[in-house]
């Protein structure tokens, strides 16, 4: 119990302050809820002499524990509740932060549904219960302890009865965790399994509709779906049992002190007021314990989700320091660089290039030669395994991913656009942009007139993906958000080959409105790209094959020359 507290405690970053202000306005919430108690017994110690005045002071330590505790309890909600919004909504920036550090093999090694599963699932449970249950066990446990401590003061007898139903019910509560620990690890690996399926399914409706294979692919939706239920349920019939021991405990244990009460009374071991005092304490010092117990099977799932959460925000970062580059020079250079997603198998091997400042570079080769991966690496998605990338003559190592990027517009091939309005798809690259400049660009990246067709103009919300627009169509938004950016440098990944030839035309007027005075690294499979270029890297199996203007390769009998054959005789094709 003291364990989990100090791991939430820990987790809470800037607001630790206030989680430790909150325990202890706990602390004293607890005193406070004594004062009854103390009311009670200064009304009977004077029963026999009351006067109105004795009535009155009653009545004000009664009332001021009252007031005392809703004060106190509302501050408690300031402190604990109300912050635990703020401390994970924290945690996800930060998580948010360090995923942009991350290498993207991270990504690749880790499912969705587990990364998934830790940043929804998890956090909201833990941002519902966390802070909650500290207060529960903080209140439950001081309150029984101070309340036990007063029976001690008055009767030995009285107190001994209430410890030893605090510490039978702690091991019974410690024998609930035991078993409920096993059973959440379960529960937390279904929900993950049940995320990833469910995203899976989303993702893959089209080509299972496509193919008109439904019936396995919902077994397992459904068999993902059955698993967790299956795992709450069984978490819910192990520790029930315990719990109704634990909070049974406590009626036992009162019962007991309403027995030995009388006993006392009847032998004139106490006055009339100390008994009325013991029967009152018999219903209220395990009031906050039978809360708490509401949350004890909570405590695995809560160590449960730390633990993820933990997980995720334990992330690989990639080595080097983090520093803002302020430069107007804009090489890149690549120095042997060797580099693989897997240990035994390299895909870059030994490379070594100079791109130019304001330079045309075109990057081709055999599909799985590491034209993409080269280029992921010159934008530091990946550390290469040895040798260095540099830009503008520093490490990109040294650099920071915002402060690189800001450098950096890129065109993928498989366009992503998020589920919001085309006018905020093209405004991220430079969110602070104007209404005019996102209406500029989208002009110069030829997409303003079938923006304009749309029912709600730029305003028009584009589904997940940009599920809602065609493949050209998406293509230019990402150019001219792409433009809005103006960064120094451009990289195109093969932009305009999975696009229709009516288009085609548009987007090439678009990338050329892009690439104006810009350096730009092309992935290439047009020939007026290449022979544009003002040099050409052939690819061939992680290496560089050939390096030239396209007048000097096209001599050679190489790569570069089988492939400006190749397209020309596929140019020359008739339908």
């Not at 029912?455 to 293509?475: A, Y």
Request: hydrophobic share 45%.
């Amino acid at each position: 119990m003291f364990r989990t507290i100090k791991r939430i405690i820990d987790i809470c970053g800037s607001y630790k302050k206030n989680l430790v202000s909150g325990i202890i306005f706990s602390f004293i919430h607890s005193f406070l809820g004594c004062m009854s108690l103390f009311a009670i017994l200064y009304i009977l110690v004077n029963i026999k002499n009351l006067t109105s005045s004795i009535i009155f002071n009653g009545f004000i330590i009664l009332f001021m524990g009252f007031i005392g505790q809703f004060i106190f309890k509302w501050l408690i909600t300031i402190k604990m509740t109300g912050n635990g919004f703020y401390v994970y909504a924290e945690k996800r920036l930060q998580i948010g932060e360090e995923l942009k550090k991350a290498p993207m093999g991270y990504f690749n090694e880790q499912t969705l549904g587990d990364i998934s599963a830790a940043l929804t699932s998890s956090m909201t449970f833990l941002e519902s219960f966390s802070m909650v249950a500290v207060e529960n066990m903080v209140s439950g446990i001081v309150q029984a302890v101070l309340t036990t401590v007063i029976l001690f003061w008055f009767r030995w007898k009285i107190g001994l009865i209430t410890l030893i139903g605090i510490i039978i019910s702690q091991i019974i509560l410690h024998n609930v965790k035991k078993k409920a620990v096993g059973h959440t690890v379960i529960m937390q690996k279904s929900k993950a399994n049940m995320v990833s399926n469910v995203i899976e399914y989303i993702r893959g409706i089209t080509v299972v509709k496509s193919f008109g294979i439904n019936v396995g692919f919902k077994e397992k939706l459904d068999k993902a779906l059955d698993g967790d239920k299956k795992a709450s349920i069984s978490i819910e019939k192990e520790v029930m049992p315990g719990v109704s021991m634990y909070k049974g405990i406590f009626d036992i244990a009162s019962g007991f002190v309403i027995m030995v009460t009388g006993y006392l009374f009847l032998g004139e071991e106490v006055t009339f007021p100390i008994a009325v005092l013991f029967l009152t304490s018999a219903f209220t010092v395990y009031q906050h314990m039978k809360t708490m117990g509401n949350s004890a099977f909570l405590l695995p799932m809560i160590e449960s989700a730390l633990d993820r959460l933990e997980k995720v925000i334990d992330i690989p970062k990639m080595s080097g320091q983090y520093n803002r580059l302020d430069t107007k020079k804009y090489d890149i250079e690549m120095s042997n660089v060797s580099f693989g997603y897997e240990k035994d198998r390299k895909i870059i091997k030994n490379v070594s290039l100079k791109i130019p400042e304001g330079s045309k570079t075109a990057i081709i080769g055999p599909s799985g030669s590491g034209k993409t991966t080269l280029c992921s690496l010159m934008m530091r998605f990946w550390d290469v395994d040895s040798g260095s990338v540099k830009f503008a003559g520093e490490d990109v190592k040294n650099i920071s991913t915002d402060s690189l990027m800001s450098h950096i517009s890129t065109v993928f091939q498989k366009v992503y656009l998020f589920h919001d309005t085309i006018e905020n798809n093209i405004k991220f690259g430079k969110p602070e942009a104007s209404h005019k400049e996102v209406i500029e660009v989208a002009k110069k990246a030829c997409c303003y007139d079938f923006i304009m067709k749309l029912p709600k103009g730029f305003d028009t919300v584009v589904g997940e993906s940009g599920s809602t627009l065609s493949g050209g169509e998406k293509q230019r938004i990402s150019i001219a958000r792409a433009i809005l950016k103006d960064s120094s440098i451009v990289i195109l990944d093969e932009a305009t080959s999975s696009v229709d030839p009516e288009n085609e035309h548009e987007l090439l007027k678009a990338i050329d409105e892009l690439t104006k005075d810009k350096t730009v690294i092309s992935i290439a499979h047009r020939i007026s790209t290449v022979k544009e270029a003002d040099q050409i890297i052939v690819m061939n199996d992680g290496k560089i094959d050939e390096v030239g203007t396209h007048d000097k390769l096209i001599l050679k009998e190489g790569i570069y020359k089988r492939f400006i054959d190749i397209r020309q005789k596929s140019l020359r094709w008739q339908v």
